[in-house]
């Protein structure tokens, strides 16, 4: 079964950095674009980034361009979010989340989610 | 960017009545492929978001057929024919037509009543 796992969240200072990493099984990762989406404290979904599933195109959100660096790495089946210049706007639970869409993006399936705090 | 507003904000319902959830969007999700790139999700308390519904009406593997999707252009629905405790979440609407960005409503909480 699709299994989507993800790491490295914590307790990190503003301006500071952070990698978060999301672990995939059960499927043929190569053949999916994969999405980034948090979900502040008590708050909604935020759409954060998403790359394809040839790594040939990479969106962000606004708040976070320039800031975050979506990528990943088909021979170890993980999706990575390198998170620079942390604000404490950016404090969240993020979840990868699994892109079966073709045209639209189509969310099928979603981690369990890691949680960053950016506080001093 | 398109925004996706929902109503209502909170939904007390008594199990077995009916429930209706509103999504509309700032412009239409008809996309010139022919679909239309709406979706619903419910994520119960505690747990990950799970999509129930695709492309407007089209049910998850899994999902009770007691939810439904509904609607066009701007205005969509997602009705619960006989909502049980196991519904009780937070409910979201997204639209995939025009992205990036991907924009969701802002959520609808269902409780019992």
């Known amino acids: 079964q699709v299994q989507l796992v993800e790491s490295g969240g914590g307790v990190v200072q503003p301006g500071g950095s952070l990698t978060l990493s999301c672990a995939a099984s059960?499927?043929?990762?190569?053949?999916?674009?994969f999405h980034w989406v948090r979900q502040a404290p008590g708050k909604g979904l935020e759409w954060v980034a998403a790359?394809?599933?040839?790594?040939?195109?990479?969106y962000y959100a606004d708040s976070v361009k320039g800031r975050f660096t979506i990528s990943r790495d088909d021979s170890k089946n993980t999706l990575y979010l390198q998170m620079n210049s942390l604000r404490a706007e950016d404090t969240a639970l993020y979840y990868c989340?699994?892109?079966?869409?073709?045209?639209?993006?189509?969310?099928?399936?979603w981690g369990q989610g890691t949680l960053v705090t950016v506080s001093s | 960017d398109v925004v996706m507003t929902q109503s209502p904000l909170s939904l007390p319902v008594t199990l077995g009545q009916p429930a209706s959830i509103s999504c509309r969007s700032s412009?239409?999700?008809?996309?010139?492929?022919?679909?239309?790139?709406l979706n619903w999700f419910q994520q119960r308390p505690g747990q990950s978001p799970r999509r129930l519904i695709y492309?407007?009406?089209n049910r998850d593997s899994g999902v009770p057929d007691r939810f439904s999707g509904s609607g066009s252009g701007t205005d969509f629905t997602l009705k619960i024919s006989r909502v049980e405790a196991e519904d009780v979440g937070v409910y979201y609407c997204?639209?995939?037509?025009?992205?990036?960005?991907?924009?969701f409503g802002g959520g609808t909480k269902v409780e019992i009543k």
């Open positions: 989340v699994r892109d079966v869409g073709v045209v639209g993006p189509e969310f099928d399936s």
């Open positions: 059960g499927f043929t990762f190569s053949n999916y674009g």
């Open positions: 790359i394809y599933y040839d790594g040939s195109n990479k």
């Open positions: 412009q239409s999700l008809a996309h010139s492929d022919g679909n239309t790139y």
């Open positions: 492309k407007v009406s």
């Open positions: 997204m639209q995939g037509t025009h992205w990036p960005p991907v924009t």
